[in-house]
């Protein structure tokens, strides 16, 4: 195993062999070696050593990609020392993270200073850094994905120099890097766009499938966010509409969120998953009775508390963008491909919403964009049930989730984004010798 040259402060190196996972379990690697930096100095020295060793770097976030994205072949970057805000700047509006900075601590410590970003996923166990690299994203008529909300990064190129970037400052590589896919470079710090905390006024209310889908474009425009589930094997949804608010501050009860975001949603739904995993013949049911647990709420909390919930539940997923145009007709032929086949599928599947925005390869680049996701719980099958999805995704058009299972590579993507070539000619001129690459980035984006 190669020594290293930086000194303790970077932390110790694994043993040669020790294993990666992610949250997921679906996805392992073996580095030739794992550090942890405690400063941008310090990864900036482990890039230069990495390229003296002629080994490729890839930093891992919290592991919640399904893909291989984050999957390192030589060196394995942990960035749990570079957490924490670096700075925020009131009168331009804006907060400096480091890179290794979860979701959940930034958004609590924001919330502290009477700040928030304008939109989030659903879940805050991310890395600022990972989440934005692949792509994360809310659901919003008008406010885009996180990356969307970055003003400037920090990037150590591959010779281990560090590159700052901004719509003013290297805009082409800002252009790019916002969503990198660890291709371009490491991130070792963001700078998002913020704005005084405010209230979300939440209600969500079952409603069948025919109706959502029917006056979609209705709920679409009548709410700043809006998503759906839908229940396989049943005609039942659950519809979340979020908008802001002048107040009172009214939370859900804490038995209540107890009940509905712990109680149901994890610890029932685990037990369901689990039963159906064992008896498969038991899912339809089981999907009718789920899909009626849930009942109508309304509540009114900071942004945090009513965008993002606790997703403990593990499962494997394929998230495609659609034209939003396109987005009913393809989960209308979900819908009937899932009732004519032998599918069981017990996880409900999620449709948001996004704006176009400018950013090379998001999956919004360009066009308003509706996103469909499919899951499957951790253990069960899922070829089929992907595979007849992602035909259909592809057919109008779609774009797969860069930290989400598909199967599509360079040639396509190519076609599916009229920016393509402007992204890989970036990385040809930061990343000549792919010092950033992996088996992923290779089938995605070309050798």
Known sequence: MATTRY????????????????WAGNVTARPVREVAPASVDELCAVVREAAEDGLPVKPVGSGHSFTAAAAAEGVLIRPDRLRGIRSIDREAKTVTVEAGTRLRDLNVALAREGLSLTNMGDIMEQTVAGATSTGTHGTGRSSAAIAAQIRGLELVTADGSLLTCSEKENPDVFAAARIGLGA????????????????LTAHDEPMTFDRVTTTFDELHAANEHFE????PHTDNCHTLRNNRSTGPLAPTGRFRGWFEDEFLSNGVFQAVNSLGRAV?????????????ALSARTYTDIPYKVFTSPRRVKMIEMEYALPREALIDALREVKAMVDRSDLRISFPVEVRTAPADDITL??????????????????????????????IFTAHGGRPHWGKLHTRDADYFA?????????????????????????????????
């Open 7 to 22: 000194g303790a402060h970077a932390g110790k190196d694994r043993a040669k062999g020790s294993v990666w996972r992610n």
């Open 184 to 199: 371009l470079g490491v991130v070792s710090a963001l700078t998002f766009a913020v704005e005084p905390l405010f209230l």
């Open 228 to 231: 759906f589930y839908w229940f």
């Open 280 to 292: 498969p013949a038991a899912v339809p049911a089981m999907a009718r009775a789920s899909s009626r």
């Open 362 to 391: 998001s999956t919004a680049s360009g066009r308003e964009s509706g996103y469909i996701a499919v899951h499957t719980y951790r253990g069960m099958p899922f070829g089929e049930y992907f595979a007849s999805a992602e035909r």
């Open 415 to 447: 076609a599916a984004y009229p920016r393509f070539g402007e992204f890989t000619a970036t990385r040809d001129r930061l990343d000549p010798d792919r010092r950033f690459t992996n088996a992923y980035l290779r089938r995605v984006l070309g050798d």
